[in-house]
Structures are given as C-alpha cells and as structure tokens.
C-alpha cells in the first residue's frame, strides 16, 4: 500500500516553528532552501511572507512521526 504524504511541521528539523522544515520535508528538499527562499520572498513582498508562515503555524498540524 502506497503512503500518503502530508503537509506537517517538523519537530527535528525548526528554527522558529518547523514550517520551513516541514515544506522540506513535504518536498524532499534542502531545508536551507527553503528558509532562503522564504526569507527572499518575505523581502520582496514587503514581509507578507511573515503574515503567511504565522498562518501556516497555526495551520499545519505537528508531526508524530519524526
């Protein structure tokens, strides 16, 4: 049976509430890129970025299985 992947925040893998780790994670990529590509789309969108990871955190459940 084939596992279903799903969109959690990481609880190994955080700085601030495990939403760039878990959008890693997600997409098995380098969590440094996308912190990176976070912060770059924070700037250039007059920190809207940040707006949209608080929503996320309190959004995306925790993960169990780390």
Known sequence: ME???RLT???????IGGVCG???RYFDIDPT???V???LLSI???FSGVI???ILWLVMPV????
């Open 3 to 5: 596992e279903h992947k």
């Open 9 to 15: 925040r990481s609880i190994k893998d955080k700085m």
């Open 22 to 24: 878990g959008i890693a």
């Open 33 to 35: 890129l996308v912190r």
């Open 37 to 39: 590509g976070y912060i």
């Open 44 to 46: 250039f969108t007059i």
């Open 52 to 54: 949209a990871y608080f």
């Open 63 to 66: 993960a169990t299985d780390e």
